[in-house]
C-alpha cells in the first residue's frame, strides 16, 4: 500500500501540473478570442465568464487523457533516473505490477473523461450555442457601451449618446459603413435621434430600425453626395441563415445518440466511447515508453510520446469525420484504430519485458 500510494502520488500530481499548463494555455487562446468579440461588440463581456465555465467539460476530455499519459512518462522517467524503479523490481515487484498500479488513477481518469464525454460537454457546448444565439437576437443593446465608437462588424461603426426603455432603445445614433454601388465605393453616414432591433419572424434576420433621421452618401471623386431625410429606416445586421444548428449530433444527449441511428449520431457517440477507453490504451503505451537511462534525462522520450498521441487522436477525427460522411462504415466504426494502437501498447510492453526494459 505505501508503494501504491507512493507511485499513485507521483503520478497524479505529475498530471495535475500538466494538465493545468494545457488548460491555461487553451482557455487563455479561448478567452482572447471571446475578448477580442466582445471589444468588437459582437458579445457583451459580462458572459465571458458564463461562456469559459461551459467550455471547460470540452477542453478537459481532450487534455486529461495527453495529461495523464504525460505524468507517466515524466513520473515514471523521474524515478528512473533515481533509480527507484530498479530498487522496486529487485524487492520483488514486477513490471506488471507496476502497470496494475498505473490502471487505478487511469480509471479514476478515465470516469473523469467519462463523465464530460457523456454528459458535461454536450450540455454545456448545447448551452453556450444557445446562450450566444439569444445574444444574437435579443431585442437590447447590452454590447454597445454609450459614449464609445464601437465596431459591429460588416465595416460598420456604431456611436449611441444613451439609452432608454430598459435598454431596448438607443438616443442619438450615429452610424458610420461602407458600401458598394455601382462597383464603386462610397462612405455612408447615418443619424437618428433614436434606433430600436427588430426580428423579421419569417426569415430571421436582424434589423436596427432608425428613426427621425438623415442619411448621407459620399462616392469617392465626386464633388457632391446625396442626402435623404427619413421618418423609419431599416438597416439590416445579420441574415436569419447564419444561425447554428442547434440540433447536431454535437449537442445532443448521450441517450438520444443511443435511439438515434444516423450516422452523424453514430460517428458522435462512438467519438464519445472512444475518450475514456484512449486513457486506458495510452497507459499501455507509456509505461515502456518511460523508461530511460540517467544520460537520456526524464524528457528523452516525451516529444516521441507527443507524437504518438497526436497521431492516435488525428486518426480518431479522421475517422469519426468519415462516419458523417458516410465514406466509412459505422460498423467497423472507430475500433480498428484502438484495436491497432492497443496491439501496438502490448506490443511494446512484450518487447520491454523482453529486454528488460520495464526494470
Known amino acids: 500500500m505505501i508503494i501504491f500510494r507512493y507511485l499513485t502520488r507521483e503520478i497524479l500530481l505529475t498530471m495535475a501540473a500538466v494538465a493545468g499548463v494545457l488548460l491555461l494555455v487553451i482557455m487563455g487562446n479561448r478567452f482572447i478570442r471571446y475578448f477580442s468579440n466582445a471589444a468588437e461588440g459582437e458579445i457583451p463581456l459580462r458572459i465571458l465568464g458564463t461562456l469559459m465555465l461551459f467550455h471547460l467539460p470540452g477542453f478537459l476530455e481532450l487534455i486529461l487523457p495527453l495529461a495523464f499519459f504525460l505524468g507517466i512518462l515524466l513520473a515514471y522517467g523521474q524515478l528512473y533516473l533515481n533509480s527507484e524503479i530498479t530498487v522496486l523490481v529487485a524487492c520483488g515487484t514486477s513490471p506488471n505490477r507496476?502497470?496494475?498500479?498505473?490502471?487505478?488513477?487511469?480509471?479514476?481518469?478515465?470516469?473523469?473523461?467519462?463523465?464530460?464525454?457523456?454528459?458535461?460537454?454536450?450540455?454545456?457546448?448545447?448551452?453556450?450555442?444557445?446562450?450566444?444565439?439569444?445574444?444574437?437576437?435579443?431585442?437590447?443593446?447590452?454590447?454597445?457601451?454609450?459614449?464609445?465608437?464601437?465596431?459591429?462588424?460588416?465595416?460598420?461603426?456604431?456611436?449611441?449618446?444613451?439609452?432608454?426603455?430598459?435598454?431596448?432603445?438607443?438616443?442619438?445614433?450615429?452610424?458610420?459603413?461602407?458600401?458598394?454601388r455601382r462597383g464603386t465605393p462610397e462612405s455612408i453616414v447615418t443619424r437618428a435621434g433614436s434606433g430600436y432591433q427588430a426580428v423579421d419572424e419569417e426569415t430571421g434576420s436582424r434589423f436596427l430600425v432608425l428613426a427621425d433621421g438623415e442619411r448621407y452618401s459620399v462616392e469617392a471623386g465626386r464633388h457632391e453626395a446625396e442626402r435623404l431625410s427619413f421618418d423609419t429606416y431599416a438597416v439590416r445586421l445579420s441574415q436569419g441563415g447564419d444561425r447554428p444548428e442547434l440540433d447536431s449530433p454535437?449537442?445532443?444527449?448521450?441517450?438520444?445518440?443511443?435511439?438515434?441511428?444516423?450516422?452523424?449520431?453514430?460517428?458522435?457517440?462512438?467519438?464519445?466511447?472512444?475518450?475514456?477507453?484512449?486513457?486506458?490504451?495510452?497507459?499501455?503505451?507509456?509505461?515502456?515508453l518511460s523508461r530511460v537511462n540517467p544520460r537520456q534525462g526524464r524528457f528523452a522520450k516525451l516529444l516521441p510520446a507527443i507524437f504518438l498521441h497526436i497521431a492516435y487522436l488525428s486518426l480518431l477525427l479522421a475517422a469519426m469525420d468519415a462516419i458523417g460522411r458516410g465514406s466509412l462504415s459505422a460498423t467497423v466504426g472507430l475500433w480498428p484504430i484502438h484495436a491497432a494502437f492497443l496491439a501496438l501498447g502490448l506490443g511494446m510492453m512484450a518487447r520491454a519485458q523482453h529486454k528488460g526494459m520495464s526494470g
Request: proline share 5%.
Open 98 to 180: 507496476l502497470l496494475q498500479v498505473s490502471l487505478v488513477p487511469a480509471t479514476i481518469v478515465a470516469i473523469l473523461v467519462g463523465l464530460c464525454s457523456f454528459w458535461l460537454t454536450p450540455a454545456g457546448t448545447l448551452h453556450n450555442a444557445v446562450m450566444l444565439e439569444e445574444q444574437r437576437s435579443q431585442l437590447d443593446f447590452t454590447a454597445l457601451v454609450p459614449g464609445r465608437f464601437q465596431d459591429v462588424g460588416s465595416g460598420r461603426t456604431v456611436y449611441t449618446q444613451d439609452f432608454a426603455d430598459s435598454q431596448t432603445r438607443m438616443q442619438g445614433v450615429f452610424i458610420s459603413e461602407r458600401q458598394r
Open 250 to 288: 454535437e449537442y445532443a444527449t448521450t441517450a438520444s445518440l443511443l435511439r438515434d441511428d444516423s450516422l452523424p449520431a453514430r460517428a458522435q457517440l462512438q467519438w464519445r466511447l472512444s475518450l475514456p477507453l484512449m486513457v486506458f490504451i495510452l497507459t499501455l503505451m507509456a509505461m515502456p
